[in-house]
């Protein structure tokens, strides 16, 4: 499907000052809005009661941007440390060496009356001499000055590669996290059905980009598990985490009978196994009424592509 980036993901990947959370406080706002009693944005029509408190605890860890440099503002040399490190030295060095220039060269001048010394004849070794010293004096100072601002500027730029290093360690815990989804295992084995459609929405988050995903209750759910809006349109999806059984063609209708009733423009059936065919019904209600299937396959791949940055 064909996607654009959401207003919620843009602010997220605005925040540099504070990595996520400015997401986070938006969807929060629109969780609360929906589960008050209004109509969410882009469904005309939610029946009272519909939205699962759970949603207000979703993550939406599959939509989190890798943490980059400039980001927050920084260039490379703001954060390379061995860079820094070099800059000190080379200053410390620069200082030194025109420190000893000057002293050197004065010394020689002053040495030439008291010592008579034949070096200094000519007034064009005078000449040459002080040039060479005092050139070499300059060529020291202005080495000095580049090491010098080069380091002004990576200390100035403390409070954002503080919030830098921070938001990058807060990522590697995300990557974690979304790496063992990529298991097939953690889908097949270690969820039950409630975590399972947790973690559908979830995926589905990353999938849409968008963070408007609500979970229905598990009551009286009006044939979905999760409601979305995207860029792509309104989409509702359907989980089943059944084990050594297929859904068929009762809840393919099921599902497209939800997808004509809150106006979707996309279905999803969710489940560790493709549907039956049940004589072709599930692939034709699929091609006519715009719904989608992920198997347990389908699912691994989605959440490789998104942890990769290979998605949709």
Same mark, same amino acid.
């Given at each position: 499907?064909?996607?654009?980036?959401?207003?919620?993901?843009?602010?997220?990947?605005?925040?540099?000052?504070?990595?996520?959370?400015?997401?986070?406080?938006?969807?929060?706002?629109?969780?609360?809005?929906?589960?008050?009693?209004?109509?969410?944005?882009?469904?005309?029509?939610?029946?009272?009661?519909?939205?699962?408190?759970?949603?207000?605890?979703?993550?939406?860890?599959?939509?989190?941007?890798?943490?980059?440099?400039?980001?927050?503002?920084?260039?490379?040399?703001?954060?390379?440390?061995?860079?820094?490190?070099?800059?000190?030295?080379?200053?410390?060095?620069?200082?030194?060496?025109?420190?000893?220039?000057?002293?050197?060269?004065?010394?020689?001048?002053?040495?030439?009356?008291?010592?008579?010394?034949?070096?200094?004849?000519?007034?064009?070794?005078? $000449?040459?001499?002080?040039?060479?010293?005092?050139? #070499? !004096?300059?060529?020291?100072?202005?080495?000095? @000055?580049? *090491? %010098?601002?080069?380091?002004?500027?990576?200390?100035?730029?403390?409070?954002?590669?503080?919030?830098?290093?921070?938001?990058?360690?807060?990522?590697?815990?995300?990557?974690?996290?979304?790496?063992?989804?990529?298991?097939?295992?953690?889908?097949?084995?270690?969820?039950?059905?409630?975590?399972?459609?947790?973690?559908?929405?979830?995926?589905?988050?990353?999938?849409?980009?968008?963070?408007?995903?609500?979970?229905?209750?598990?009551?009286?759910?009006?044939?979905?598990?999760?409601?979305?809006?995207?860029?792509?349109?309104?989409?509702?999806?359907?989980?089943?985490?059944?084990?050594?059984?297929?859904?068929?063609?009762?809840?393919?209708?099921?599902?497209?009978?939800?997808?004509?009733? $809150?106006?979707?423009?996309?279905?999803?059936?969710? #489940? !560790?196994?493709?549907?039956?065919?049940?004589? @072709?019904? *599930? %692939?034709?209600?699929?091609?006519?009424?715009?719904?989608?299937?992920?198997?347990?396959?389908?699912?691994?791949?989605?959440?490789?592509?998104?942890?990769?940055?290979?998605?949709?």
């Amino acid at each position: 499907m064909e996607t654009c980036e959401s207003l919620p993901l843009f602010l997220h990947r605005n925040f540099y000052a504070q990595p996520y959370r400015g997401l986070i406080a938006l969807v929060r706002w629109d969780l609360g809005e929906a589960m008050s009693g209004e109509a969410w944005s882009c469904f005309a029509h939610l029946p009272p009661g519909l939205i699962d408190p759970r949603s207000a605890s979703l993550t939406l860890n599959w939509l989190k941007p890798r943490p980059t440099h400039a980001g927050f503002k920084l260039s490379r040399d703001e954060v390379d440390t061995d860079r820094y490190e070099r800059n000190v030295r080379v200053q410390r060095q620069a200082l030194f060496a025109g420190g000893f220039l000057a002293v050197g060269v004065t010394g020689l001048l002053l040495a030439k009356p008291v010592f008579a010394l034949t070096l200094f004849e000519s007034d064009m070794s005078v $000449f040459l001499t002080v040039w060479a010293g005092v050139s #070499s !004096l300059l060529l020291s100072f202005f080495i000095y @000055g580049l *090491a %010098a601002m080069a380091a002004m500027r990576y200390r100035r730029a403390e409070p954002r590669r503080t919030a830098f290093l921070s938001a990058r360690v807060e990522f590697e815990q995300i990557d974690a996290w979304r790496q063992a989804r990529c298991d097939p295992k953690f889908w097949s084995e270690r969820l039950n059905e409630a975590a399972f459609e947790f973690e559908a929405a979830e995926l589905l988050a990353g999938y849409l980009k968008t963070g408007q995903v609500m979970l229905t209750r598990t009551v009286s759910d009006y044939g979905v598990d999760v409601l979305a809006c995207a860029p792509a349109g309104r989409i509702v999806a359907l989980c089943k985490q059944w084990k050594g059984r297929k859904a068929g063609a009762r809840e393919v209708r099921e599902l497209a009978g939800s997808k004509a009733f $809150f106006a979707a423009d996309f279905g999803l059936l969710i #489940s !560790l196994e493709s549907p039956s065919d049940d004589g @072709g019904q *599930a %692939a034709d209600f699929a091609a006519s009424q715009k719904l989608e299937f992920w198997d347990l396959a389908g699912i691994v791949a989605v959440a490789q592509q998104l942890r990769t940055g290979n998605g949709p």
